[in-house]
């Protein structure tokens, strides 16, 4: 009896760490799936190793592996504070945690760029008493997030896929995205400014350390991966020092990398060489591409993401300039049209109050500036 009872415990604990394991990475498990599906269609052979982007996957890894080193000894919270701690006033303060979130996440990608920031948010406008801003602070470092990394390959994974698909020149790569990313700082500077009060604010200035010779170590290893990035080293390198400096260093940090991320990426190479390969697929996206990249992509960006419309469409047409564009302003929009708009949702739900009804308010909140967003980047690009 008390053996069936021992194993009956053991497997609820397992099917609740499977369960935790699947809504947190539901993404993955959409990736998978649809990857399954297409092997029925698309038998797995000799062609299927074409499919994959090792350097992308790699440039991720040793991105992301860096930026948990970092943030493992506080850096950028401590950087993050400081800046927070000379303004004490509710306006400039808000916006400089969406600029520092902008700025982030051309560093050192969007997603990671709110892990990190977005607590901070939290913790600042609690500390502050003014958690009534918290849903607004919140989206803005959204949108931040995911318009701040247009303009570096390094900045969105799906920037990084297509600047190494179509080995986009650094300085064209620049000047396509300059003019969206340009007019998405003018757009956050004035909801912020429009929508928080010039409120008197303090923070509590308390030391957090952090090791000065690890931060100059682990800055040189993310300077070796932007290298890499740049096309400067080859990415082998990385994928040699890296790792092999921080399973001395900081053990924890590739503990901590993203691996559903890098996942996600593989499954999503398999969906998409699978349906490059079907004949009716191939036929009937060729011609909504042929009709207008920009606006196919950045609709594709609302159903199915952002970096999966990347990866996808890229198979199926040669106008990298509105595919970039596509992918990269259709990451605003629904609540899945970026897996960092989820990585938000999920923080907002952790840090928000108990009611119920908050969530709904944030959604509703989050669809109206995001779509806002979403048509006047859309109008001003085609107009351009």
């Not at 419309?309 to 970039?324: G, P, V």
């Amino acid at each position: 009896m008390n053996e069936t009872h021992h194993h009956g415990a053991d497997l609820h604990w397992i099917m609740t760490r499977v369960w935790s394991f699947l809504k947190k990475n539901l993404v993955l498990v959409i990736a998978f799936i649809a990857a399954a599906v297409t092997t029925i269609f698309v038998p797995i052979d000799r062609e299927y190793i074409g499919y994959f982007d090792f350097k992308t996957l790699s440039c991720l890894f040793c991105v992301l592996a860096v930026v948990c080193a970092l943030k493992n000894i506080n850096f950028f919270y401590v950087l993050a504070k400081k800046i927070v701690i000379l303004f004490k006033n509710a306006k400039i303060c808000v916006l400089m945690l969406v600029y520092i979130t902008f700025i982030g996440s051309m560093l050192i990608a969007n997603d990671m760029a709110l892990l990190t920031f977005l607590p901070l948010g939290y913790l600042v406008l609690e500390s502050t008493g003014k958690k009534k801003y918290m849903a607004f602070t919140f989206i803005m470092q959204n949108i931040a997030a995911n318009l701040g990394g247009m303009l570096t390959p390094f900045g969105n994974p799906q920037n990084l896929y297509l600047y190494t698909k179509f080995e986009i020149p650094n300085n064209e790569f620049m000047a396509i995205m300059l003019p969206p990313f340009l007019l998405a700082i003018a757009l956050i500077t004035l909801c912020c400014l429009i929508f928080v009060r010039s409120e008197p604010l303090s923070v509590a200035d308390e030391h957090v350390p952090v090791n000065r010779k690890r931060a100059v170590l682990y800055l040189l290893l993310f300077a070796l991966s932007i290298a890499i990035v740049f096309r400067g080293i080859p990415y082998w390198v990385g994928l040699i020092v890296i790792p092999a400096v921080l399973i001395f260093a900081d053990r924890r940090a590739l503990k901590m990398v993203d691996y559903p991320l890098l996942f996600t990426f593989v499954f999503f190479f398999i969906f998409s060489g699978n349906m490059a390969r079907i004949e009716g697929v191939r036929n009937l996206f060729s011609m909504l591409l042929g009709k207008s990249t920009l606006v196919f992509s950045i609709l594709s960006c609302q159903v199915i993401s952002n970096v999966p419309s990347a990866i996808l469409l890229s198979q199926f047409t040669d106008n990298y300039r509105e595919l970039l564009l596509g992918v990269n302003i259709g990451g605003v929009g629904t609540l899945i049209s970026s897996l960092a708009s989820l990585i938000t949702f999920r923080e907002y739900v952790k840090h928000g109050s108990g009611k119920k009804r908050y969530p709904l308010y944030y959604i509703l909140l989050f669809s109206a500036f995001n779509f806002a967003f979403l048509i006047i980047l859309t109008l001003f690009m085609l107009i351009l």
